[in-house]
Antibody
Framework: QVQLQQSGAELVKPGSSVKISCKAS????????MHWIKQQPGNGLEWIGW????????KYNQKFNGKATLTADKSSSTAYMQLSSLTSEDSAVYFC????????WGQGTLVTVPS | DIVMTQAPLSVSVTPGESASISCRSS???????????VYWYLQKPGKSPQLLIY???NLASGVPDRFSGSGSETDFTLKISRVEAEDVGIYYC?????????FGAGTKLELK
């Protein structure tokens, strides 16, 4: 069965960077886009972008250009998202989700940036 | 960006009764291929969102047929027949037609 296992919660300093992971199993990793979505406490869902692990192509929400960088490691079937120059506005739960249907989601990674 | 507007923001339903949630997009979500790219998700308390309906009216795998989706190019409805306790959570509509993909603010469903 398809599973997306995300890395654990992060407490990070303002101005620093963080890299969170999403390990895929149960399907051919290189055949489906992996998307990333942000959810701030009590707020809705905000799409960040996607990566196609087959060739590394990426597409970003313009709002996250320069903030998020998506990569993928085919050898370990793991997608990554690096967030840079962190501020309190980046405090959120970040989800990975497979394919355009978003039929499969990771459990979410909480990133906390103290103000 | 395409704006997705949901109504109501919250709804309280007696178990066994039905509920409807509306979603309106600021732009037509009907692609030239005939597919309408609106999706519905449910986020149960403390959980990740789960897909309910894809491409406006298609029931996702494993989702009870009490759920149904309908609509036009810009106005969409999620209907839940015979609401059960497990249906509690926040419902989101989303458009996956064009970058950036966007979601409604969510509708919180509670039981009376």
């Amino acid at each position: 069965q398809v599973q997306l296992q995300q890395s654990g919660a992060e407490l990070v300093k303002p101005g620093s960077s963080v890299k969170i992971s999403c390990k895929a199993s149960g399907y051919t990793f290189t055949s489906y886009d992996m998307h990333w979505i942000k959810q701030q406490p009590g707020n809705g869902l905000e799409w960040i972008g996607w990566i196609y692990p087959g060739n590394g192509n990426t597409k970003y929400n313009q709002k996250f250009n320069g903030k998020a960088t998506l990569t993928a490691d085919k050898s370990s079937s793991t997608a990554y998202m690096q967030l840079s120059s962190l501020t309190s506005e980046d405090s959120a739960v970040y989800f990975c989700a497979r394919s355009k249907l978003f039929a499969y989601w990771g459990q979410g990674t909480l990133v906390t940036v103290p103000s | 960006d395409i704006v997705m507007t949901q109504a109501p923001l919250s709804v309280s339903v007696t178990p066994g009764e039905s509920a409807s949630i509306s979603c309106r997009s600021s732009k037509s979500l009907l692609h030239s291929n005939g597919i309408t790219y609106v999706y519905w998700y449910l986020q149960k308390p403390g959980k990740s969102p789960q897909l309910l309906i894809y491409r406006m009216s298609n029931l996702a795998s494993g989702v009870p047929d009490r759920f149904s989706g309908s609509g036009s190019e810009t106005d969409f409805t999620l209907k839940i027949s015979r609401v059960e306790a497990e249906d509690v959570g926040i419902y989101y509509c989303g458009q996956l037609l064009e970058n950036p993909y966007t979601f409604g603010a969510g509708t919180k469903l509670e039981l009376k």
